[in-house]
């Protein structure tokens, strides 16, 4: 189960990082997709981060616990 986890944080920093590229570029550039997604990005980057931070932990505690 660890072994799955830790496969899944890759996944989840790609994920945040894909998301927050996509937020900073449309803020530079401006425009109406700015101004109509910049704050669904922010969310979505948030969620998404969370997540991953979940995963971090969960992988954690399952090391520590002896789950290998």
């Known amino acids: 189960m660890d072994a799955f986890v ?12 894909i ?19 910049s704050n669904k990005l922010m969310r979505m980057r948030v969620a998404a ?6 995963l971090m932990m969960l992988f954690l505690w399952l090391v520590g616990k002896g789950g290998a």
């Open 6 to 17: 830790f496969f899944l944080i890759p996944i989840g920093l790609a994920v945040t990082a």
């Open 49 to 54: 981060q969370a997540v991953t931070i979940a």
């Open 19 to 37: 998301i927050l590229g996509v937020g900073i570029y449309s803020l530079a550039r401006g425009g109406t997709f700015a101004k109509e997604n």
